[in-house]
């Protein structure tokens, strides 16, 4: 690998970890993911927006079965490093070479770590199309896929079979509905088993609304609060009290820099944007309720 590659792989890894700092260890959605990973068996792992695939890599590490981790992303990130590196024009690969790129940075292969990959866009119903969530009274008919997979070219034959979803900064990229919408599709691929979860951090307010950085012309995104956001999963996405939410503020847990003189672009949002971390949980259906458990209503 010569100096100039392997400098830009770092560079990208510094980048993505400035996101997420693998914050996401600390979640208790991903001690949830764990747990699965231990005592349910064929438990499958979905990570959106996978990148180089540094969570799903950190699961596997962390004792996940490699066999049932499946990682997912679109064919180019480059809308998705434009929102950060304001000014920076680069010439991306395709998500295909930034999973080869990834094997070369963490010096694996498809062989020695032989999760799935399934590129896609996650708007286009060939790759993931949106139906109402199964439950444990009506569960999926389709048969689980076997993985690992060479051959699956989307994620609609994962539907009502994925025990854990997880996705951080990601959310925060799209429009409040196509945000609803992401939601949809989440709710059909995730599992009716009680204790299936999604997971995740993005940028959050503490009242729902647009966010726009004077200091970043045409930044803008939409914010979900706590509340709005566990509304939109409990009632609006799966019927109400069949999941269990948690949704709480905290921190931003990286500094943009804007490319220019070092400028902290989110100087003045750290004052009002916050990091969102959430979790949706599978309840057990009524009648069976045991004492609350983390992620067990």
């Given amino acids: 690998m010569s100096f100039l590659r392997y400098g830009l792989l770092q560079t990208l890894s510094s980048f993505i970890d400035d996101l997420q700092r693998l914050t996401v260890t600390e979640l208790e959605g991903y001690k949830q993911l764990l747990k699965l990973g231990r005592e349910r068996p064929g438990a499958i792992f979905l990570d959106m927006a996978c990148f180089f695939g540094h969570v799903l890599r950190k699961a596997i590490v962390d004792g996940y079965p490699v066999q049932n981790v499946v990682g997912s992303d679109l064919h180019s990130r480059t809308s998705y490093l434009i929102l950060f590196l ?10 295909e070479e930034f999973m080869d790129l990834g094997h070369e940075l963490f010096r694996t292969t498809p062989e020695t770590l032989p999760f799935t990959f399934i ?27 076997n993985l690992p997979s ?35 599709k989440f709710a059909a691929l995730l599992s009716p088993q009680p ?25 803008r995104i939409f914010c979900h609060s706590p509340q709005s956001w566990t509304e939109m999963w409990d009632g609006e996405v799966f019927p109400k009290g069949t999941v269990r939410v948690e949704a709480y503020l905290g921190p931003l847990p990286f500094v943009v820099n804007d490319g220019v003189g070092g400028v902290n672009i989110c100087r003045v949002a750290q004052l009002q944007i916050q990091w969102a971390a959430f979790s949706s949980a599978r309840r057990l259906p009524i009648g069976r309720r045991s004492p609350p458990t983390a992620f067990k209503g």
Avoid: C, M, Y
């Fill in 150 to 184: 060479q051959t699956l070219t989307s994620l609609n034959p994962l539907r009502g079979h994925v025990s854990a979803i997880h996705a951080s900064a990601f959310f925060h990229l799209f429009t409040s509905d196509q945000q609803l919408a992401i939601t949809r």
């Fill in 119 to 145: 590129p896609g866009d996650i708007f286009n119903p060939a790759h993931l199309e949106a139906i109402p969530p199964f439950t444990t009274t009506h569960p999926p008919t389709q048969p689980r896929p």
């Fill in 86 to 95: 304001k000014g920076i024009s680069l010439s991306l690969p395709t998500i």
């Fill in 195 to 219: 204790g299936s979860v999604i997971f995740g951090d993005h940028v959050g307010l503490p009242e729902p609304g647009f966010f726009e950085n004077s200091e970043a012309p045409g930044w």
